[in-house]
């Protein structure tokens, strides 16, 4: 399980919607019913199960008395990413977006996990979208990663993250914590959308992934590829004014997308670098515990 050995740390998924359904996601309830946990007992009411009736302790007691369990109720943390050729770019000096987004969503899935919770990730570009069935094991997480890790090499298709948010709208029925791993993508209309459609089924989080800036002077004399074109980035322009100017146009188009989601009501983040992964993520997760609906 190569790609699960930067993942292992634990953090809980809180979710702010109470559940309809029994998997639908809440932290472990008091309720009738058997299970591996028990919790106490009570007298017996009309309607109760004779099943759940303790013999030994009402005969001690004199009064019928039932067992009650704790009744595991689990979330789906499903991660819809935006896997193609453009994660093969190189996010920081050392990492490309590809490592990057493989180490975000896998430490989702492992929080998902450790916390006995189910995980599904579902990844796409312009020629098709792949999804996995939920499930609380190592294994298939890993798998996902790997098939997720294979969808972003430098020869695969292009983004398009409409795709993947339209193929999430087709067929995730029961209610999840969605989120959303892309490139640093400027939203569109019909995307916005799809979010806001999204949003009123689902807990959705919605996470971009930086590129490198080719203008940085520090990278001067290291040799830079256009992933799109595939042509050499000249090292003229890696300039400080124009360096300056890529940032303030950077952060404009952030501030933007920021007001987008924030207006969705969607808890939003971005990782800059591969050592900003598990900072944004924990960030990314407290902003979505202490957001109001």
Known sequence: MALLTKVKTRMAVHAHRKVRGLLDGAYASVQLGRSM???????????????????????????LLVKRFVAD?????????????????????????????TLAAGILGWLAIRHGDWVTLTHGNSEGVQGSRPSSREDALERMLQSLDASCAPGSPGPDLTRVLEHVVRTVRRRTILVVIADDVDLDENQRRLLNRLRAQHEVLFLTIGDLDPTDPALAGRPLVDQSSGQGWPGFLRDRALHEEVARRTEERHA?????????????????TEADVVGSIFALLERHRLARR
Not at 39 to 58: C, H, M, N
Not at 74 to 101: G, P
């Open 37 to 63: 946990d028990f919790f106490d007992l009570r007298e017996y009411v009309t309607g109760d199960d004779v099943k759940d009736i303790d013999w030994k302790a009402s005969a001690r007691r004199g009064d």
């Open 73 to 101: 109720r689990k979330h789906t943390i499903a991660l819809a990413v935006s896997a193609s050729r453009t994660m093969a770019a190189m996010c920081d000096e050392d990492a490309t977006k590809r490592e990057v987004a």
């Open 256 to 272: 933007l997308r920021a007001r987008h989601l924030d207006r969705l009501g969607i808890a939003h983040g971005h990782i800059a």
